[in-house]
């Protein structure tokens, strides 16, 4: 009878693809909130600068572009690791390739519950999101509710969601990522900018809202 969607970009894809009537969609975004009921002044166990993937790196997640960049960047190589929270345990492939690039001390695994990932959210100087495509992308107002600056691929979804408050790079492109990367993440004045201005926007992103909204739509076809 109806279609909810999770933004503007996947209820496009939705009429091109199956020929939705747009009179028949409506978008309904997730929230970002869901994360400040843990404690956010808490710290966790890594105690070196670091930059944090979130989630799962298959397909469409781009992760080895992450993994070529960081193996070409002396600069980054030298100055970060890199976490990689949830989305399982690196399998055979990953860790061929970690070896490959020689970055066996410089990526890390780790997993947890929702304490442990508002720490490493807090604590990172940035979170890498470099997908090829999504329908939405939930790292990323997460990451801007809890001031993580964030360098993600320029695609259509992340800014319809996150505007000019994060810094975009070409997610087909290493080259483009480590510019980025060793243009930016030493500059805290600039980031600490960014992230204030994307806290602000991260706050219309709320469950309260989003629950608010599907019931009026159930409500109407009542």
Known sequence: DYFICVSENTKKDLIEYYNIKSDKISVVYHG???LLNTNLKSKNEINFPYLLFVGNRERYKNFNL????????IKIKNNFKLICFGGGKFNKREIKLINELNLSKNILFRSGNDQSLCDFYINAKAIIIPSLYEGFGLPIIE??????PIFCSNIDVFREI????????????EEDLIFQLENKIFNDNELKNLTFKAFEVSKKFNWQKNTNDTIKIYKKLI
């Open 66 to 73: 992450v993994l070529k960049a960081f193996s070409k960047s």
């Open 32 to 34: 970002a909130d869901h």
């Open 162 to 173: 996150a505007g000019s408050y994060v810094t975009y790079f070409n997610p087909t492109s």
């Open 143 to 148: 990451a801007m509710r809890l001031n993580c």
